[in-house]
């Protein structure tokens, strides 16, 4: 939906850091979410991005660049529960959603 | 409340069926939305109210029909569903259509159809 471009899976180890990147299609921007899905259960809202830069949250961080039609997600000290699917998604005028990123963090 | 109730949890359902999803928000949103989820697959969207009128149909067969009653809640009514409409039901609501601002996810209905 919405051209946006994902990486389908994603493996890293506990402890590290890993960066999640999402491409979307720049006409009808309206600001970047990212969404956290857990095997069956809902996603959650994780952040928002609407101006260029980056956006820190704990160990959360998201990055906005506008002019390229990219955003990251970058996840620090990644722990066994950050294993889940990750929604990238351009807010226009309907909620739709990109593939989502896979994470899985091993031991 | 930063609630969306969904229910049932659960649902059973043979061929010849008629049954309903139910979805309850109290945050004052104005859009509401059904999605389909399968195994592994992003949420897919089915249908948006907006101000409680239909604004958007992805294309989703007749046997599914949505309703919403008022600004609170949100029917899908299902009839005739075939195997493969197993999957997870997702109910969403967020402010208004269009405005920055994150959607909120009910737990979801896990539908079996047999």
């Known amino acids: 939906g919405q051209n946006i471009d994902q990486p389908t899976e994603m493996t890293a180890t506990e402890g590290a850091i890993v960066q999640i990147n999402c491409t979307y299609q720049?006409?009808?921007?309206?600001?970047l979410f990212w969404y956290q899905q857990h095997a069956g259960e809902a996603p959650t809202f994780l952040s928002y991005?609407?101006?260029?830069g980056l956006e820190e949250k704990g160990r959360f961080s998201s990055f906005l660049s506008r002019s390229k039609g990219y955003s990251y997600l970058l996840l620090k000290e990644l722990q066994m529960k950050d294993s889940a699917s990750y929604l990238c998604h351009n807010a226009g005028n309907m909620l739709t959603f990109g593939g989502g990123t896979r994470l899985m963090v091993k031991p | 409340d930063t609630e969306v109730t969904q229910t049932p949890k659960h649902l059973v359902m043979g061929m010849t069926n008629k049954k309903s999803l139910k979805c309850e928000q109290h945050?004052?949103?104005?859009?509401m939305y059904w999605y389909k989820q399968k195994a592994k697959k992003p949420p897919e969207l089915m249908f948006v109210y907006s101000y409680e009128k239909l604004s958007i149909n992805e294309s989703v067969p007749s046997r599914f029909s949505p309703e919403c009653p008022n600004s609170s809640l949100l029917n899908l009514h299902l009839h005739a569903l075939q195997p493969e409409d197993s999957a997870l039901y997702l109910c969403a609501s967020s402010q208004a259509r269009g405005l920055n601002t994150e959607a909120f996810f009910g737990q979801g209905t896990r539908l079996t159809v047999v």
């Open positions: 720049t006409s009808g921007f309206n600001g």
């Open positions: 945050m004052g949103h104005r859009a």
């Open positions: 991005n609407v101006l260029d």
